[in-house]
């Protein structure tokens, strides 16, 4: 017969703890495992990312502190001016013209783009499918051109002597077109570069909303029409909210895409004329490959990078709302 004692505890005090059994190291390797299996796995495209751009990134500011002309670049000799390249650049009257310029043809260009696009894409959607593959055809016909053969083309088209539309115009009764020239001008050579850059741009646009498109039920408009909506008010109700996140995501793209623009502009006419055309692209070639300051020219770039930050960090935030309004 077992007997039992009854120990007496201070007052106050605290019972002691009854033992619990430690968890097998296994588990606790298992568990530490799963915590670190999701960091092994993006460790390697960190890496990339580390090697690729930010190696470049830390040589784009130590170039951009640096005086880094011909000379230089020629005797190899390293010449720090510290923050003085920013000082010049910033205090260049002519730089913040042309950002003006490039932040306004942007936002024309990437507004003229989405708009476009949109009404392609609610096109798509409604046209019968033999009509619907022809214009699809179309679409991927001038998205696939090469850049420099549609700048061949379109200044063909624009040309002052030979073009097209100087001769469909004049044939039209508006003979003040004869021998029009639509590159005397930086508006309107800017006005034939955001055709052309819109022209290549649409079809990639239009595509990617029209996905977002389909992705909707028909059913949902089956509904939107018994309850007595229209064409107009059943896009607002059942076709915008599918396509919202991905109109913003093209957006953003369109942006980058557009704000660093080099090819057109330079094809077209180099900047000109006298460097009316010029954007910020161009300002960094002319400044660093053909006026030899690679210094400036890196700062304008490291420049340039800052503001796509910016973006890319307003973007995230919206995407970031769009989220948390999906969940709650």
């Known amino acids: ?48 990312i580390l090697v690729l751009l930010g190696w470049p990134t830390l040589q784009l500011i130590g170039i951009s502190l640096r005086k880094l002309d011909l000379r230089e670049l020629v005797s190899g000799e390293m010449v720090w001016v510290g923050f003085e390249n920013f000082s010049e650049i910033l205090s260049d009257s002519e730089f913040w013209e042309i950002t003006v310029r490039t932040l306004v043809f942007t936002a024309s260009v990437v507004l003229l783009t989405l708009l476009l696009a949109l009404l392609m894409a609610v096109l798509m959607r409604h046209l019968n499918p033999v009509v619907r593959v022809i214009v699809q055809v179309a679409l991927i016909l001038a998205w696939a051109t090469p850049v420099v053969a549609t700048t061949t083309v379109f200044q063909w088209i624009f040309d002052q002597q030979y073009g097209i539309l100087n001769k469909t115009l004049a044939k039209l009764g508006f003979e003040s077109f004869i021998g029009h020239s639509w590159f005397s001008t930086g508006p309107s050579t800017l006005t034939v570069i955001g055709i052309l850059v819109v022209w290549q741009a649409v079809p990639f646009v239009a595509f990617t909303l029209y996905a977002g498109l389909l992705g909707v039920p028909k059913e949902q408009y089956e509904a939107a029409g018994i309850d007595g909506a229209n064409a107009w008010q059943a896009f607002w109700a059942v076709s915008w909210p599918a396509i919202r996140p991905i109109l913003t995501m093209v957006t953003f793209l369109s942006v980058l895409w557009d704000f660093k623009l080099f090819a057109q502009v330079w094809a077209i006419r180099q900047g000109g004329p006298d460097g009316a055309s010029t954007t910020l692209p161009v300002y960094m070639y002319l400044k660093g490959l053909a006026g030899n300051h690679f210094g400036l020219a890196a700062t304008a770039a490291l420049l340039m990078m800052l503001v796509l930050i910016l973006l890319t960090a307003r973007y995230v935030q919206l995407l970031v709302r769009t989220k948390e309004a999906d969940l709650s």
């Open 1 to 48: 017969m077992t007997t039992t004692k009854d120990v007496t505890m201070p007052a106050g005090a605290t019972p002691p703890a009854s033992p619990r059994s430690k968890p097998p190291k296994s588990n606790r390797r298992l568990r530490l495992g799963e915590r670190t299996a999701p960091y092994l796995l993006i460790l390697p495209a960190l890496v990339a």
